[in-house]
């Protein structure tokens, strides 16, 4: 055994990470953190408090699940709230909150449709119900002819260029005649329609019915989330149905759209800070959100700010520095990320959020 004398102390050379071994000490030079290697494969902080820490704001959101609290000054305690209503248990929610209540959380969905200008050329019936935030009812357009009923209806919004991530689509299209001929077709199908900026294109078929012979009617419908993450002016759908009657007898075709929804902006959360809860030199935080829904490749970001200061978006769970602010933080405001790939409506979603100063 080798006996290491430093009564006068010992002073390691900041660096970056060296080969992992068991045993191996390093004081890091990018998180100025002294980080050892126990079991042989990665570093960890050397006294660690991050797992105490992140169970400290999730046992605090619990409480404020059940009741009200009572936080302490002087940089004694984190703050939090829990979202058992609309505002908050502390009332803090609100200003540029735009993510969905949802019971007891809130979710990563947004829905602006309702404030965006309706397109509208065909006329559908009812085009409101397409936008209400009720997937019960729907906006309609339905034509016929007694030999051939050809149509593709448009229904959608447009409003100024901005990025749209998540859609949520409902819509349904049938195909119909009145005889049984040999000679007698029906189609449907159901594209995306994209104003990128410079006018309408056919971003996407969501989906193809199926082709109807001798009085067998086509139909298909489409029901899910479309990850579109992209600048846009415009969205809507474009509804084809095609039905041919040899016999003259009636073609008939049906375009319903039940839930056409999505917004603009990323879902926030925005929280008032009560006045004295941050220290006004404030530069390092941890925040934690107790999360309700979760899949691969969602986020979860957080940033303060005051009338003329903004800490930047931060990363959860984890201790995180910014330039230090010179008055105290006044907003909390926390972005729910959807993942870029086949999102879950409204995933993730949180049932509060914890920020500790560090």
Not at 33 to 49: A, H
Not at 252 to 258: I, L, R, S
Request: aromatic share 10%; glycine share 10%.
């Amino acid at each position: 055994m080798v006996e290491l004398n430093a009564s006068k102390g010992v002073k390691l050379t900041p660096s970056t990470a060296p080969v992992a071994s068991a045993g191996t000490m390093y004081f890091d030079n990018s998180s100025t953190k002294l980080k050892i290697c126990e079991n042989g494969t990665s570093f960890t902080n050397v006294g660690d408090s991050t797992p105490a820490l992140i169970q400290s704001g999730l046992n605090l959101i619990r409480s404020l699940q059940d009741r009200a609290i009572v936080f302490s000054k002087g940089n004694l305690d984190g703050w939090g709230e829990a979202y058992i209503d609309i505002d908050g248990r502390n009332d803090s929610v609100g200003g540029t909150t735009n993510a969905t209540f949802s019971i007891n959380k809130r979710t990563a969905f947004t829905n602006d449709t309702n404030s965006y200008t309706t397109y509208d050329p065909n006329s559908f019936t009812n085009p409101t119900y397409a936008f209400d935030n009720n997937d019960s009812t729907y906006a309609q357009k339905s034509g016929s002819n007694a030999q051939n009923y050809t149509a593709t209806v448009v229904l959608g919004k447009t409003f100024t260029l901005g990025m749209v991530g998540s859609i949520k689509i409902i819509a349904s299209a049938s195909a119909t005649t009145n005889s049984s001929w040999g000679g007698n077709q029906t189609d449907t199908n159901i594209h995306l329609y994209v104003d990128y900026g410079a006018g309408w294109v056919d971003a996407a078929t969501l989906v193809v019915g199926n082709h109807g012979t001798a009085g067998a009617p086509s139909s298909c419908s489409y029901s899910a989330i479309y990850a579109l993450n992209a600048n846009v002016q415009g969205i809507a759908l474009a509804i084809y149905t095609m039905a041919y009657d040899s016999a003259n007898a009636g073609a008939t075709g049906n375009a319903y759209v039940t839930t056409l929804e999505f917004g603009k902006s990323a879902p926030i959360i925005e929280h008032a800070i009560p006045s004295g809860t941050f220290t006004s030199t404030i530069k390092k935080t941890i925040g934690v959100p107790l999360i309700a829904d979760w899949e691969a490749g969602a986020n979860i970001q957080y940033k303060l700010q005051n009338a003329t200061e903004d800490s930047g978006w931060l990363d959860y769970a984890s201790e995180k520095g910014f330039t230090a602010f010179t008055s105290q933080p006044t907003k909390l405001i926390v972005k729910l990320i959807p993942t870029g790939t086949s999102p879950t409506l409204g995933y993730p979603s949180i049932y509060g959020f914890y920020i500790r100063e560090m």
